[in-house]
């Protein structure tokens, strides 16, 4: 099983960028997919997560109004659509499965726990 996070760069405040995660080796239609970042000298936080129904999104209030997740499962894809890009948001993004035995209520998509499996990470740098 492997994620691939891609589509970062350095791009100036108020600017837009789309990550995209790639995952193989099985299919995760049926999983929770998420979004984290971490920026230096701080701990890995949540971005944004999408139910594995893709009804439900979830974002942290930082980002929320934002950023948007999204999904193709036939491509096996996950997205993250970053508009109005401050400097606080430069960090190392990361995508993650979720684990559906640790994802029992609204509070679990937020927690770095409930995912077991993880990209390398996309740096993402927002200039002021």
């Known amino acids: 099983v492997q994620l691939h996070a891609s589509g970062g760069g350095l791009v100036q405040a108020g600017g837009s960028l789309r990550l995209s995660c790639a995952a193989s080796?099985?299919?995760?239609?049926?999983?929770?997919m998420g979004w984290f970042r971490q920026a230096p000298g701080q701990e890995r936080e949540f971005v944004a997560a999408?139910?594995?129904?893709?009804?439900?999104?979830y974002y942290a209030d930082s980002v929320t109004g934002r950023f948007t997740i999204s999904r193709d499962n036939a491509a096996n894809m996950v997205y993250l659509q970053m508009n109005s890009l401050k400097p606080e948001d430069t960090a190392v993004y990361y995508c993650?499965?979720?684990?559906?035995?640790?994802?029992?209520?609204?509070?679990?998509?937020?927690?770095?726990?409930?995912?077991?499996?993880w990209g390398q990470g996309t740096l993402v740098t927002v200039s002021s």
């Open positions: 999408m139910s594995r129904s893709g009804f439900s999104t």
């Open positions: 080796g099985r299919t995760f239609s049926r999983n929770t």
């Open positions: 993650a499965v979720g684990d559906p035995s640790k994802i029992l209520s609204t509070r679990s998509y937020y927690f770095i726990a409930s995912y077991d499996y």
